[in-house]
């Protein structure tokens, strides 16, 4: 079996304080391996965001760990946090959140410029390249406002594999978009991920999107309920094919 | 570039219409700051410069008291007895020059000059007017008391039986440059003197009651031979004077006042312009402060998801907060470089529109670079301390929050 990624560990995660303490998560425990492309799907409001944010080390958990690499992150300050998830991690959601006073290119490479603290052309070469693999190359010098939705979401896409981070965190990447760009991207991440072996983790409302994943996490009311691998031994029922 | 350079200069160009208004509105403030203070400047110069025109900065003039040993300092290197004169002009210097040269080395001191003065009358036929006879050493006084660039008209030289006279003084007793005049002292001694040049010292009272002869004559006349009645000093800067003044009344034991000892309601007036000035500054300060704060704390708050997405980048936190520390600081040096232009721009306006009969300017106004950089240093760092608040908002901001709700 490939190495783990990243590892939750009993993450608890509580908002609000006395009364109104509501436990949106109950003790998820789970492993991302590398290479793999999961889909973690559920009803709404079932935690898969919140779930997302602690393993993206944006949000801390209210008890239990986050390990990348093996590494516990419990006890990092938020300058080490911001070091790790700045190399290691990238972040799609669900809508692009692209910076819409930078450029195509700019945005692609904002996370190369803010782990150098510096804006270097040297970068633009890699930049053009990840553009050119989203399809978006003669898109690379529009401002990020000009973008379609589909173009946009591609270009978010690029952004989060800008540091060559193990592990790529999409929260319904393709909720906003419609069937066709949906398919496009959808197929940039199998892509990425077959071929340069990139690691994903996709929060999906589309059930056809999860079946075509190597994994299927399911969550309901903050637990796991179903952790199935295609072509392995379920935790529930189902079987998953290709379509 | 820095990162966080590329991101403030990208911010203020995308938030392009607010970024002028706030521009403008430092623009307006340093500007009016500039040009007030421009005005100010030139109004306290000139009142300094008519009231100093034709007065020394210190005048040094011995004690009441009776003959005495004076001495230069406090190890005694040099002493002198002072010869008393029991006549009505009683106390004077005598050997002044070792004093003189004394007071010339005081730290502050630009020239000093020896004064022989007493009252006198001066003739022309059947007129006669009562002046005040002084005896100058026309090349020291001329450093003290800048004469020779006032000579209304004859020459700047004084020798042997020559004066100068002001130019009421000539008008009254209708005299010009070459006529003959007779100076009768108090001591009722006279002598005959020929007028060499007419001055106009901007005071009508001075140009009326002046009458300068060589020092020998003026010491012939009041009959004080080998000493003088006082020293007079010129300092920099002005308002350091008294403080000259003191100690160089404890150094030689002779009375030395300043101007500002002298006039101390034109001390006054200069004080409480300079308060003015300072209160005014203030309020603009404050008002730059709040203006540039609540743009950045507007601002803050319409990026907070686009900040939140540069923090799951991996931007740090203190990155984030130089980026608005960075806009503060070049929206008000851009500001403030506008509104230095505005301000010099505004002063020459205004020297233009008020002139005087003869087409001198009313209003003279000083612009010195000094009063273009504080307002520029002042404005830039109140930019910076007006985006602390913001800044530290936007570097504290929680990334899931701020990307979940904006
Ligand atoms: N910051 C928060 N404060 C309070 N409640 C929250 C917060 N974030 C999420 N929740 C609650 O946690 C639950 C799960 O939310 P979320 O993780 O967004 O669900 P999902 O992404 O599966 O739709 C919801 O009931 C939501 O209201
Ligand atoms: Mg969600």
Known sequence: MAEPVLEVRHVVREFGEGDARTRVLHGISLTVRSGELSALVGPSGSGKSTL????????????GAVLIGGRDTTQLDDRALTELRGRTLGFVFQFHHLMPAFSALENVLMPAYADRGRVDSKLDARGLQLLASVGLTERAHHSARD???????????ARALANEPALVLADEPTGNLDTHSAEAVFGLLRRFCKERGTTFLLVTHDSRLAARCDRIVTLVD???????????????PGTFSET | MPFEWFVALRYLREGRSQTVLIVSA?????????????????????????????QAHIVVHPPDAQVRALHLDES??????????????????????????????????????????????????????SVTLRGIDLASFDRVVAISDKLHAGRFAI?????????????????????????????????????????????????????????????????????????????TPVFQAEEIAQRIARRTALVADSWMHTNPQLLLALQSQASSTNVMQFFVTITVALGIASVLIVSVVQKSREIGILRAVGTQANRVL?????????????????????????????????????????????????????????????????????????????????????
């Open chain 1, 52 to 63: 997302l944010n602690i393993m993206g080390l944006l949000d801390r958990p209210s008890s």
């Open chain 1, 147 to 157: 973008l379609s939705g589909g173009e946009a979401q591609r270009v978010a896409l």
């Open chain 1, 222 to 236: 903050g637990r796991v309920v179903s952790d199935a691998r295609r072509g392995a031994a379920d935790t529930a």
């Open chain 2, 26 to 54: 430092v623009a307006i403030g340093v500007g009016v700051l500039v040009f007030l203070t421009a005005l100010m400047n030139g109004l306290q110069e000139n009142l300094l410069a008519k009231t100093l025109g034709s």
């Open chain 2, 76 to 129: 005694n290197e040099v002493s002198f007895t002072r010869s008393e004169k029991p006549s009505q002009h009683a106390q004077s210097i005598g050997q002044y020059a070792q004093l003189l040269a004394a007071i010339t080395a005081q730290p502050g001191v630009l020239a000093a000059t020896p004064i022989v003065s007493g009252s006198a009358f001066v003739t022309r036929g059947a007129i006669q007017k």
């Open chain 2, 159 to 235: 020798t042997g039986t020559e004066i100068l006279i002001g130019r009421e003084l000539g008008q009254d007793l209708g005299v010009g440059v070459g006529d003959r005049v007779r100076v009768v002292s108090a001591e009722n001694r006279s002598e005959s003197f020929t007028v060499a040049g007419i001055f106009d010292l901007g005071s009508k009272d001075v140009n009326q009651r002046w009458v300068l002869t060589p020092l020998r004559a003026a010491q012939t006349l009041l009959d004080l031979a080998g000493a003088v009645s006082s020293l007079e000093v010129k300092v």
């Open chain 2, 322 to 406: 130089r980026v608005f520390l960075i806009e503060g600081a070049l929206v008000g040096f851009a500001g403030s470089i506008v509104g230095s232009g505005l301000g010099v721009g505004l002063a020459k306006l205004f020297v233009s529109l008020q002139r005087n009969a003869d087409g001198s300017s009313m209003f003279p106004i000083a612009i010195t670079w000094q009063i273009l950089i504080a307002p520029i240093a002042l404005a830039t760092g109140v930019g910076i301390a007006a985006a602390v608040v913001p800044a530290r908002r936007a570097a504290r901001l929680d990334p899931a929050e701020a990307i979940r709700n904006g």
